[in-house]
Antibody, heavy 118, light 112 residues
Framework: EVQLVESGGGLVQPGGSLRLSCAGS????????MHWVRQAPGKGLESVSAISETGGTTYYASSVKGRFTVSRDNSKNTLYLQMGSLRAEDMAVYYC???????????WGQGTLVTVSS | DVVMTQSPLSLPVTLGQPASISCRSS???????????LNWFQQRPGQSPRRLIY???DRDSGVPDRFSGSGSGTDFTLKISRVEAEDVGLYYC?????????FGQGTKVEIK
């Protein structure tokens, strides 16, 4: 059974940093591009970042470019999102998702909540 | 960025009746490989999104066949042939043709 489990969310002050993790299981993690998608409270969905199977290619939404860094450790079946210079508008549930087939995401984790507040 | 516009944003439906959600993209969604990467997701209250449809009309495994997707170019539709109580929730279209992938605003389906 495919599972994606996010962790690392929590309360952080504006300007602070946080690292999210997503552990994948039940599939060959290294064979799939992976994505982070977020959802602000009561709002819609927003693509944040994506990373290729090997980690050699990364993508970022313009709203987070230069502040967030996506990475993966295929030996640990884990996806990461390093978030810096956090702002109130970054407050959201962050979902880890698997890209399959190309152009779409088939499995989503349960999400981890990031709260940015002083 | 490709803008995805859904309508309606609220859709009250009667149990057993059909429902239809429209999604329009600001650019043609045909990728260089000839595929159109238009997806539909369902998000039930308190749950993570679940994909229903990918590449315009391919249904994901386990998705009831009352859900169907159609369209081309910039105009796409999700249809529910007979709405059931478990279909209540938010529905989003999403394009995966051009980065950043973008979602529609969401359509709230509720029972009358």
């Amino acid at each position: 059974e495919v599972q994606l489990v996010e962790s690392g969310g929590g309360l952080v002050q504006p300007g602070g940093s946080l690292r999210l993790s997503c552990a994948g299981s039940g599939f060959t993690f290294s064979a799939y591009p992976m994505h982070w998608v977020r959802q602000a409270p009561g709002k819609g969905l927003e693509s944040v970042s994506a990373i290729s199977e090997t980690g050699g290619t990364t993508y970022y939404a313009s709203s987070v470019k230069g502040r967030f860094t996506v990475s993966r450790d295929n030996s640990k079946n884990t996806l990461y999102l390093q978030m810096g210079s956090l702002r109130a508008e970054d407050m959201a549930v962050y979902y880890c998702t698997r890209e399959n087939p190309p152009g779409g995401t088939d499995y989503w984790g349960q999400g981890t909540l990031v709260t940015v507040s002083s | 960025d490709v803008v995805m516009t859904q309508s309606p944003l609220s859709l009250p439906v009667t149990l057993g009746q059909p429902a239809s959600i429209s999604c329009r993209s600001s650019q043609i969604l045909i990728f260089s490989d000839g595929n159109t990467y238009l997806n539909w997701f369902q998000q039930r209250p308190g749950q993570s999104p679940r994909r229903l449809i990918y590449k315009v009309s391919d249904r994901d495994s386990g998705v009831p066949d009352r859900f169907s997707g159609s369209g081309s170019g910039t105009d796409f539709t999700l249809k529910i042939s007979r709405v059931e109580a478990e279909d209540v929730g938010l529905y989003y279209c999403m394009q995966g043709t051009q980065w950043p992938w973008t979602f529609g605003q969401g359509t709230k389906v509720e029972i009358k």
